[in-house]
């Protein structure tokens, strides 16, 4: 659930971007500005401005990782999510070692929505509503780092927390086996992605011990938390 009226700066070269960006979050209920440069977007930030900066990579004068470098050097602590077409391994993990998230262009306004939630989320901005995560019958606190379901608590170890956390960010959405790789094991896990399978498997067995079952596999695309369909 979004606080109301958290602001948002939005920093790309592209009208397109910005437009469909800056509609898109207020229709979600954040407050918006824009920006098309770094340095204007260096002269619009301040300390407690904005609760958020999206911030595009490949900007016409300062590139967004100088931004982000600048903005930290002079204090502002902002949370900054990069949006980028560069995909690369490397790419992601000097982004993500600098902001808080790393989005590649093409991206869906869902995905989009829900990552910067959780950003948000884990900045601090849902502590009053106690850090809960919902979905059905299914609650965790991300604070106690407990989870409940139809009242029972669940034991969970450190990473399946981490997979159902994801899940519980991005509800009714399929998140493709990569997507969770970047994003609960980290960019530059080398292993084998079957993990992910393995985990979701471990999940199942916790939290689909009780109807209905939310946990859905979507072959060939990926994992959705959801109610099962009539």
Not at 44 to 67: F, N, W
Not at 157 to 173: C, G, K, V
């Amino acid at each position: 659930m979004t606080v109301e009226g958290e602001r948002i700066l939005v920093v790309d070269d592209e009208p397109f971007i910005t437009d469909l960006l800056a509609a898109a979050l207020r229709f979600e209920g954040f407050r918006v500005e824009v920006a098309s440069t770094g340095r204007e977007a260096l002269s619009m930030v301040a300390p407690g401005r904005h609760d958020l900066v999206m911030l595009d990579v490949m900007l016409p004068d300062l590139d967004g990782l100088e931004v982000c470098r600048r903005l930290r050097e002079t204090g502002v602590d902002v949370p900054v999510v990069f949006l980028t077409a560069r995909d690369a391994t490397e790419d992601k993990v000097l982004g993500l070692g600098m902001g808080d998230d790393y989005v590649t262009k093409p991206f869906s306004l869902e995905e989009l929505v829900a990552r910067i939630r959780a950003v948000l989320r884990r900045a601090g901005h849902e502590a009053a509503a106690g850090a809960e995560l919902r979905f059905a019958d299914l609650v965790m606190n991300v604070d106690t780092r407990e989870v409940w379901r139809d009242g029972t608590s669940i034991e969970l170890t450190a990473t399946e927390f981490n997979l159902l956390e994801y899940l519980l960010d991005n509800p009714r959405r399929v998140v493709s086996k990569s997507e969770i790789l970047d994003h609960v094991w980290d960019c530059s896990f080398t292993g084998d992605a079957n993990i992910v399978e393995t985990y979701i498997s471990y999940l199942r067995k916790k939290v689909d011990e009780h109807d209905p079952p939310l946990i859905h596999t979507v072959r060939g695309v990926g994992y959705t938390l959801r109610l099962p369909k009539d």
